[in-house]
């Protein structure tokens, strides 16, 4: 049975940092692309970051770049997300997803073999 389990998620100031983590069971780590997805109120979940099963290729939508980081352990079969400078508009529930793929693109365009229950990251002003 295949689990994935965030952890890591809070309240924080504007400005502040937070250090998500993403470990996932059951399943074969280093065959999947792994990512961060995240909803906002009222919003649709969008892809915000993206790493490769090999961990060298990495997308970073433009709201986040600069200020967030994703990173993956493979030995230790976990996902990172550092956010740093964190703005109110971060505020959202952040999942974690895996789809079996080499790269991100499949990920980002269809979506994740499987998701995490979410953690909420709260910024407030």
């Known amino acids: 049975q295949v689990q994935v389990v965030e952890s890591g998620g809070g309240l924080v100031q504007a400005g502040g940092s937070l250090r998500l983590s993403c470990t996932a069971s059951g399943l074969t780590f280093d065959d999947y692309a792994m990512g961060w997805f995240r909803q906002a109120p009222g919003k649709e979940r969008e892809g915000v970051l993206c790493?490769?099963?090999?961990?060298?290729?990495?997308y970073y939508a433009d709201s986040v770049k600069g200020r967030f980081t994703i990173s993956r352990d493979n030995a230790k079969n976990t996902l990172y997300l550092q956010m740093n400078s964190l703005k109110p508009e971060d505020t959202a529930m952040y999942y974690c997803?895996?789809?079996?793929?080499?790269?991100?693109?499949?990920?980002?365009?269809?979506?994740?073999?499987?998701w995490g229950q979410g953690t909420q990251v709260t910024v407030s002003s």
């Open positions: 790493i490769s099963r090999s961990g060298v290729s990495t």
């Open positions: 997803a895996a789809r079996e793929a080499a790269s991100c693109s499949g990920l980002l365009a269809f979506g994740a073999d499987y």
